[in-house]
């Protein structure tokens, strides 16, 4: 049975609640006009919304747990404004700002700023009054509802049925008490509101270490202008992580557009650095797949770097160039990874394992080598055909082949699942009568030897 | 490497080419007792210290490759910061050891190939590289998505000075794409494999040596030894053409891989009149 989940002012005005029949909607307001919520699309929107907010603080959470329907629900945006507040000219200022900009983007809110929080949430959604300040501990939070507390929903009924309408009833009993009586949550709760507990949030997006910004009055949309731009903050950047004594190891670039849309392109680095000039060429190939539609253009760049780890200052030549081969190896490394994918720039690490598709495997570079030469086993194919074709597809003909070494069994690893039913196999180095040695797969060992059980798993030339 | 140098690579082979070759020739031809010496020298020098890169030509770093095949080349092996292209039936091993030999200087094997050639021609397989002395620490895998993300990561890892040796697969290769890889080398120091797979192609690229490898002949490897698995230690052999050089005669040699001293070999199960009869085959090759 379908139920409002949220309405505007003006339904509101004429009556409706969430949580509301619909079809009890329609018979009090014939005129409303109704969509079937999208979750998925909500939630997106919500943290986009909070990614935007990170323009008054880097850590925001998105907070959509309360269900639409319940009293005090739906979604909401805690900004952690710890250390921020001068920024925008003071608590009052930031307020108003808050409010002012987001009704420009058509967006109703109630906003609250409190030492806490949960208290901030609660004072947001249940408050009354123009102080929407409040100290830590604040009197003015008993007059609030006990939706406030954010209980499970069982626990909140119950204690309405006793009779617990205000915060304030339930803040006079002893707490020992409530916590017998209603469980520990209650207790947490009330600990929370009064900042005597952490309340564990996660933000929204992650938080950056170092970032720098640049605002334009007029949106620019050329390649060319977005590039000077991102390497005149990269050059910024640069020189803030040479002063902190620290190298990048993840920076995203975030390109806002006009109405608050933003791209995301990331550089992640094999290990830690802050060589402008390696920075700079990988930021330019990132650039380089950028397409934008040029009637948008870009209204804020901002470069972040997510991650960072102490970097002492590098020993450098006498002409200043890096002596550090690796260094040089994993300046490469980020460079191919890049543009062709982590998967694709690849280390050869042996395995113990007789079958030959499992002896060895691919490890992304930034992984150290653990082995440093190949086992001994017999003679193995300098390429392996993965799609094992039957002999006559390389044209080998069985008077032809003469063999030079085997056969080699090599049983199925049966402790694996999906061995469990495979056949052993016997393999031979063959050689025809140009030279070109090939490695001869039997593919089912019990069975008769004649040629036609037989592909060709590899090549030796 | 001065624009003068460049122009001589793509002149053409024919005429003798660059001044700093010409003094090499010169060499070569006035005064056989030189080349011997030099031969000499090499191979002490190979007995002593392993047969390392030591030996320069124009500041760039040699590898040797084998006695037998370093005595007829003017630089006395394969320099770097050059291009040299595998081509035939056993570019693959010949290839592999090629690389090997640039290894004995510090730094990386880039080893690039696209997805198209890994299923047509088979994927590189690790354990193989055994006998080659290609430690698994040592190779960077690129996985290309096709020839042009192929070149494109073969030019980045050239340019790069922590590369010992980049070899690239490649159906085709012309001229541009050569050149460019060409300059990308001369900023890294490295070294350049090409590995072609495919018919003997003869069109023009920058490559400063082109070879033709092929194994040997069963009967030829029968010929001498009745039981062919006795071979083995000896490693596999092959019929090597040099077949296009800048300043430096065609050449053909009949060489094993030693697995031992992980360096080319002269092959010994040789049949009278073999190698002067492959020696025709290899002359002929050249002025095709």
């Not at chain 1, 005005?13 to 949580?19: E, N």
């Not at chain 1, 200022?93 to 208290?119: K, N, S, Y």
């Not at chain 2, 660059?18 to 000499?40: F, I, P, T, W, Y």
């Not at chain 2, 200087?105 to 397989?125: F, H, M, N, P, T």
Request: charge should be positive.
């Amino acid at each position: 049975m379908p139920v409002l989940r949220a309405v505007d002012a003006g339904a509101r005005a004429a009556g409706l609640r969430p949580g509301m029949r619909l079809a009890d909607a329609y018979g009090l307001c014939p005129a409303l006009v109704s969509a079937e919520a999208d979750l998925q699309v909500e939630r997106e929107g919500l943290e986009a919304l909070a990614r935007w907010c990170q323009r008054w603080s880097p850590i925001v959470v998105a907070d959509a747990a309360i269900e639409a329907r319940e009293e005090g629900g739906g979604a909401s945006l805690l900004l952690d404004m710890a250390g921020c507040l001068h920024l925008f000219g003071g608590a009052r200022a930031l307020l108003w700002q808050v409010q002012d900009v987001l009704a420009r983007r058509g967006l109703t809110t109630r906003v609250a700023l409190a030492a806490d929080p949960l208290a901030a949430w609660a004072w947001a959604r249940f408050g009354a009054g123009d102080r929407r300040i409040l100290k830590t501990a604040d009197p003015r939070l008993q007059h609030l509802p006990l939706a406030a507390l954010r209980l499970q929903p069982r626990t909140g009924r119950a204690l309405h049925r006793l009779g617990f309408h205000r915060l304030a009833q339930v803040m006079a009993m002893p707490r020992a008490a409530l916590a017998r009586r209603y469980g520990a949550d209650i207790v947490h709760r009330l600990d929370q509101l009064e900042g005597r507990r952490p309340w564990p949030l996660r933000p929204v997006a992650e938080t950056f270490a170092l970032a720098e910004a640049r605002n334009f009055a007029q949106p620019i949309g050329r390649t060319e202008d977005i590039e000077a731009v991102a390497l005149g903050l990269l050059e910024l950047l640069c020189q803030r992580l040479e002063h902190a004594e620290q190298g990048a190891l993840r920076l995203v670039l975030v390109l806002t557009r006009p109405h608050g849309q933003a791209k995301r392109l990331e550089i992640g680095l094999g290990r830690p650095t802050r060589e402008l000039a390696h920075l700079r060429r990988l930021l330019r190939l990132r650039l380089e797949d950028l397409l934008l539609r040029s009637e948008e253009g870009i209204e804020r760049l901002e470069l972040q770097i997510m991650e960072m780890m102490p970097l002492k200052p590098a020993q450098t030549g006498g002409t200043g160039e890096s002596v550090d081969r690796s260094a040089d190896l994993a300046r490469l490394a980020d460079q191919l990874e890049l543009r062709l994918g982590a998967d694709r720039v690849v280390r050869l690490e042996p395995v113990a394992s007789h079958v030959p598709e499992r002896a060895v495997r691919q490890r992304r570079l930034a992984e150290p080598a653990t082995a440093t030469a190949w086992p001994p086993l017999s003679p193995r194919p300098l390429r392996l055909l993965a799609a094992r074709p039957r002999p006559e597809a390389l044209g080998l003909r069985p008077e032809e082949v003469g063999i030079l070494e085997g056969p080699e069994r090599i049983l199925p690893e049966w402790w694996r699942p999906e061995d469990a039913t495979a056949p052993p196999r016997d393999y031979v180095v063959a050689i025809l009568r140009d030279g070109r040695r090939f490695w001869l797969c039997r593919e089912d060992a019990s069975q008769s030897l004649a040629w036609g059980g037989w592909v060709v798993h590899g090549r030796f030339d | 490497m001065s624009t003068e140098s460049f122009h001589d690579r793509f002149a053409g082979h024919d005429r003798p080419s660059g001044h700093d070759h010409a003094a090499n020739a010169k060499e070569r031809d006035g005064c056989g007792q030189a080349v011997d010496l030099e031969g000499l020298k090499a191979r002490i020098r190979a007995i002593e210290g392993g047969g390392g890169v030591a030996h320069r030509v124009d500041g760039r770093p040699v590898a040797r490759l084998g006695a037998p095949i370093d005595r007829a080349l003017p630089w006395n092996g394969l320099p770097t910061m050059a291009l040299h292209e595998v081509a035939g039936p056993s570019a693959t091993a010949v290839t592999a050891g090629m690389a090997r030999r640039f290894l004995d200087r510090k730094g990386a094997l880039v080893w690039c190939r696209s997805d198209g050639l890994a299923r047509l021609q088979g994927e590189l397989y690790g354990p193989g590289l055994r006998p080659y002395g290609i430690d698994p620490a040592r190779l960077i895998h690129i996985r290309a998505r096709d020839a042009e993300e192929t070149f494109w990561a073969a030019s980045m890892a050239m340019r790069s000075q922590a590369v010992a040796c980049t070899v690239v697969e490649t159906e085709a290769f012309d001229l541009v794409t050569s050149r460019r890889l060409q300059i990308a080398l001369e900023s890294g120091g490295g070294a350049g494999l090409v590995l072609r797979h495919g018919a003997l192609e003869s069109a023009p690229n920058a490559a400063l040596t082109r070879f033709w490898a092929e194994p040997m002949p069963r009967a030829i490897l029968a010929a001498d030894d009745p039981a062919p698995w006795r071979l083995r230690p000896r490693g596999p052999s092959f019929r090597l053409s040099l077949w296009r050089a800048k300043g430096a005669q065609p050449s053909f040699w009949t060489v094993s891989w030693n697995e031992r001293t992980l360096a080319f070999d002269l092959a010994s199960p040789l049949v009278p009149g073999a190698v002067a009869k492959a020696a025709e085959d290899g002359q002929s090759f050249a002025r095709t």
